[in-house]
T-cell receptor, first 115, second 114 residues
Framework: NAGVTQTPKFQVLKTGQSMTLQCAQDMNHEYMSWYRQDPGMGLRLIHYSVGAGITDQGEVPNGYNVSRSTTEDFPLRLLSAAPSQTSVYFC??????????????FGSGTRLTVV | GENVEQHPSTLSVQEGDSAVIKCTYSDSASNYFPWYKQELGKGPQLIIDIRSNVGEKKDQRIAVTLNKTAKHFSLHITETQPEDSAVYFCAASMEGTGGFKTIFGAGTRLFVKA
């Protein structure tokens, strides 16, 4: 049981390049989210999904696209990388239930640098 | 939308002392409040959570309290140990028909001095 798998772990991009951060989970979780982590700002929600075919914007969605064609996968696309997108990106998933302990399972993160 | 404020941003305690981290949230409809611990180079891990129908929850040396009226919730760590050193995040979400979007606080870096 791998949990949440993120690839790549590290990436350097040039300004204007595009790329896709991959996220896959094997726990059959309905809910998946992407967060970015910057010093002093905690975890900020980029996009989230409540199930296959359904996505919505979070706090900081500009410059990012997502899709959810399957329950397992939730890729994050950077359309035209900017230095302001230098950050650590975390993908997280959780089950769709409203009782009991139901926090996120996080991936190990992707450290992205845009030069 | 929901906003979560977390204090302090840095906390240094002596081994064996207690540590308290406090959070406030803005959306009175929030009903689920998890706490996460993040060690260096890793993703956050859930350590304890509380729902709005409960005022306090305890798990060994960790406890969380919730004051719905004041929209405050706190993490209490007793008998701290060096391995408790990490960044701690509080979060708030409204679960149910309104969805599950989770908003995090800015984090508290806890140092436990041996």
């Amino acid at each position: 049981n791998a949990g949440v798998t993120q690839t790549p772990k590290f990436q350097v991009l040039k300004t204007g390049q595009s790329m896709t951060l991959q996220c896959a989970q094997d726990m059959n979780h309905e809910y998946m989210s992407w967060y970015r982590q910057d010093p002093g700002m905690g975890l900020r929600l980029i996009h989230y999904s409540v199930g296959a075919g359904i996505t919505d914007q979070g706090e900081v969605p500009n410059g990012y696209n997502v899709s959810r064609s399957t329950t397992e996968d939730f890729p994050l696309r950077l359309l035209s990388a900017a230095p302001s997108q230098t950050s650590v990106y975390f993908c997280a998933s959780r089950a769709r239930r409203t009782g009991g302990s139901n926090g996120y399972t996080f991936g190990s993160g992707t450290r992205l640098t845009v030069v | 939308g929901e906003n979560v404020e977390q204090h302090p941003s840095t906390l240094s305690v002596q081994e064996g002392d207690s540590a308290v981290i406090k959070c406030t949230y803005s959306d009175s409809a929030s009903n689920y409040f998890p706490w996460y611990k993040q060690e260096l180079g890793k993703g956050p891990q859930l350590i304890i959570d509380i729902r709005s129908n409960v005022g306090e929850k305890k798990d060994q040396r960790i406890a969380v309290t919730l004051n719905k009226t004041a929209k405050h919730f706190s993490l209490h760590i007793t008998e701290t140990q060096p391995e408790d050193s990490a960044v701690y995040f509080c979060a708030a979400s409204m679960e149910g028909t309104g969805g599950f979007k989770t908003i995090f606080g800015a984090g508290t870096r806890l140092f436990v001095k041996a």
